[in-house]
Nanobody
Framework: VQLQASGGGLVQAGGSLRLSCAAS????????TGWFRQAPGKEREGVSC????????YYADSVKGRFTISRDNAKNTVYLQMNKLKPEDTAVYYC??????????????????WGQGTQVTVSS
């Protein structure tokens, strides 16, 4: 099983990026999928997650109203649309999956399959 995160880059404050998390050899709609980020010198933090069944969504307060998580079942891919980006959003972003019963947790230790990370840098 594998997750491939992509879509990171360098953007000015106020700009937008869309991250993608594509799954191989397993089906995302049966799992909670979360997005996490880790800035240098800081702990990994949960940003958002989407449930397996009804695609309910959860957001950390720091991104609520700016980020949107979604899933395309046909493409077996979860997205994180990030708008109104701020310099403090700069981090490596990871996607990960957990058993469906863990929704709406964004505790990293409850997620067992991880993508490789994609760098997001927001300049001021």
């Amino acid at each position: 099983v594998q997750l491939q995160a992509s879509g990171g880059g360098l953007v000015q404050a106020g700009g937008s990026l869309r991250l993608s998390c594509a799954a191989s050899r397993f089906t995302l709609r049966y799992y909670v999928t979360g997005w996490f980020r880790q800035a240098p010198g800081k702990e990994r933090e949960g940003v958002s997650c989407i449930s397996a069944s009804d695609e309910s969504t959860y957001y950390a307060d720091s991104v609520k109203g700016r980020f949107t998580i979604s899933r395309d079942n046909a493409k077996n891919t979860v997205y994180l649309q990030m708008n109104k980006l701020k310099p403090e959003d700069t981090a490596v972003y990871y996607c990960a999956t957990a058993p469906s019963r863990y929704y709406p947790s964004t505790l990293p230790y409850e997620y067992d399959v991880w993508g490789q990370g994609t760098q997001v840098t927001v300049s001021s």
